[in-house]
């Protein structure tokens, strides 16, 4: 949409409201559903539309597919980050000596190691998130993180593209709604879903989906089930709880959950310390990284995703160790990188303080946490650096620029919200499915795309929490 005419519809209150209508309309049609915060464990009556923008965000085509196109070759760094112990253990050692959860994570790591990973199958499925900014006229797209455990949203974004191509046709741009680009990361993420169960090879298992007490988003997951349904393969939800209380390996690992047998494990949970409430649920994690079962993600793989791994694969030749002879994947992959920092202790750590405390608003600093509204901005990074700056416990972060996107007007739709017309800043991120065999790489492909949009008053967007909403790309 010319961004012109973007602006002139913003000005008009009546229309915005009339669409706003339409749009959610439209989302419910969808079936794009959300439950409420009120009602969590329960679909009686208590859903009602995602939140979303009323206009998709216009970006450059050649970032969209600049992002498309270097997600194989992350989907393969990340495997092969997996598969190299000895860059996980010197990578994550200063990690560990500090931060409990990542500490709890390896020691699973260091127990499979040693016991000998039981199954040769390995599912990935992972989103590697992005901004853009514009320096100087010139567009560049930087990596945010990649998420390699609980990758979500898969299933919302599908619900997602019509919606917008509705509102598009409405405002009379028939020639804008076609540039929306199909999407539907669930059918990808459920095709290597059911490639790993037909490699476990026993038509009676069941994929196992490992999840949360409540969840609101609960839709975005069904859709992925039912795609496996519609393939003849049986789903079941269980919790750490559950997987405690009726879980047991049999004499060749074999993973059984009140008495079914698990061919997949797919965690849509257990990425942050809170989804672990007692010991019980580590052991049941350890049980379930020790089985025969298919772990998507593996525990190595989910410390491949670590904010501290980003910030080690930025240094210089460590892409190149995993790339040896492809110096054209490594130009590409490093190209999304954005300024990534030690806080190690020693010189290099000593620096990227002094950087920090310097200048504040030009970085994040990270925590090893995932789901949104861990990481650090402004003067509040003054302040934690501050009281940690001389110890070791700065190195349970890592520092990394900030990306500053140009803000593009949009209107905000969310349940019992008013309207937000705001100046809004976008996140895309693409969907990373493989399926390896011991050597073989048999699946390796980008699934499909997520576009999501914040407020700029805010640093950090969550759809859940409430401070992002559901977008898509316009490309021009
Ligand atoms: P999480 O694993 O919790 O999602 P992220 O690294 O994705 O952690 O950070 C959460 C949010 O913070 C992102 O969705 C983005 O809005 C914002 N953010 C993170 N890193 C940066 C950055 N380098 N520049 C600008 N914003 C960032
Ligand atoms: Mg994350
Ligand atoms: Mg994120």
């Given at each position: ?337 954005a300024g990534l920092y030690t806080l190690d202790m020693g010189a290099e750590g000593d620096e990227t303080v002094a950087m920090a405390l310097a200048t504040p608003d ?115």
């Amino acid at each position: 949409m010319a961004e012109g005419r973007r602006n002139d519809l913003l000005m008009n209150t009546t229309l915005i409201n009339e669409l706003a209508e339409e749009a959610k309309d439209s989302a419910l049609l969808q079936g794009f559903l959300i439950r409420l915060k009120e009602s969590p464990n329960s679909s009686e009556v208590r859903v009602t539309y995602a939140p979303i923008t009323l206009f998709p965000t216009p970006m450059p085509k050649a970032i969209f597919l600049q992002a498309m196109e270097v997600q194989i070759h992350f989907n393969i760094l990340v495997d092969k980050i997996s598969q190299d112990p000895d860059f996980l253990q010197e990578a994550l050692a200063s990690t560990i000596t500090v931060d409990d959860f990542t500490a709890k994570l390896f020691k699973i790591h260091q127990h499979v190691l040693k016991e000998g990973r039981s199954q040769s199958i390995v599912l990935g499925l992972n989103r590697s998130d992005y901004m853009w900014d514009q320096k100087d006229g010139h567009t560049s797209l930087k990596q945010i993180e990649i998420n390699t455990i609980s990758a979500g949203a898969g299933g919302a974004a599908a619900r997602m593209t019509d919606v917008h191509r509705h509102i598009l046709k409405v405002t009379g741009q028939l020639e804008e709604s076609q540039r929306i680009i199909d999407n539907n990361p669930a059918e990808g993420l459920a095709k290597a879903l059911a490639k790993a169960w037909e490699l476990y090879g026993s038509r009676r298992a069941v994929v196992m989906f490992l999840v949360a007490e409540n969840e609101i988003n609960i839709m975005d997951q069904r859709v992925v089930e039912n795609e496996l349904w519609k393939r003849n393969i049986a789903t079941i939800r269980k919790r750490f709880e559950d997987v405690s209380a009726s879980g047991n390996l049999d004499k060749d690992k074999r993973l059984f959950v009140n008495c079914q047998e698990v061919a997949v494990v797919y965690f849509r949970y257990g990425y942050m310390p809170q989804n672990y409430k007692s010991e019980k649920a580590w052991d049941a994690r350890l049980m379930m990284e020790c089985s025969l079962a298919v772990k998507c993600p593996d525990i190595s793989t989910h410390l491949a995703g670590t904010k501290k791994v980003q910030q080690v694969l930025a240094k210089p030749g460590v892409l190149e160790h995993f790339f040896p002879d492809q110096p054209q994947v490594v130009e590409q992959v490093r190209a999304t990188f954005a300024g990534l920092y030690t806080l190690d202790m020693g010189a290099e750590g000593d620096e990227t303080v002094a950087m920090a405390l310097a200048t504040p608003d030009r970085f994040v600093l990270k925590p090893q946490r995932e789901g949104g509204g861990n990481n650090i901005y402004g003067q509040e990074i003054c302040e934690v650096l501050g009281k940690v700056k001389g110890s070791a416990e700065r190195m349970a972060y890592i520092l990394m620029d900030k990306i500053q996107p140009v803000p593009t007007r949009n209107c905000l739709l969310g349940r019992g919200k008013p309207l937000k017309i705001s100046s809004c800043l976008s996140e895309l991120g693409f969907f990373g499915a493989y399926v390896r065999q011991g050597n073989d790489m048999l699946m390796n492909d980008c699934v499909g795309y997520l576009m999501r949009t914040k407020s700029s008053e805010t640093s950090e967007g969550s759809v859940i929490s409430g401070t992002a909403v559901w977008d898509n790309p316009l490309l021009f």
